[in-house]
Nanobody, 115 residues
């Protein structure tokens, strides 16, 4: 069983930055994809950013140019650097890892953007 543990959420003012971390209990080298999703109150969960096993990244249009996904394979960790945060970014952020046919999810970390 793979465990994903998110950290780094919190309260930040508009225009501020946060870095989320997702530590996996196993090597992330074998995952086809790892990514970050979010769910805001009253909304469906949406994909924010993804990184493939080959290192290719992709982003939701709403975060392009502001968020950056990266990974440290040696530390079994994926990061989400979030800059120029907006109130609309307020949500619970979930880490996701995918192998062929299997999805793993973390418990989520709350990000609140408010003045």
């Amino acid at each position: 069983q793979v465990h994903l543990a998110e950290s780094g959420g919190g309260l930040v003012q508009p225009g501020g930055s946060l870095r989320l971390s997702c530590a996996a209990s196993t090597s992330i080298f074998g995952f086809n994809f790892m990514g970050w999703h979010r769910r805001a109150p009253g909304n469906q969960r949406e994909l924010v950013a993804v990184i493939t096993g080959g290192g290719t990244t992709n982003y939701a249009d709403s975060v392009k140019g502001r968020f950056t996904i990266s990974r440290d394979i040696a530390k079994n960790t994926v990061y989400l650097q979030m800059n120029s945060l907006k109130p609309d970014d307020t949500a619970v952020y979930y880490c996701n890892a995918q192998t062929t046919g299997t999805h793993y999810w973390g418990q989520g970390t709350q990000v609140t953007v408010s003045s």
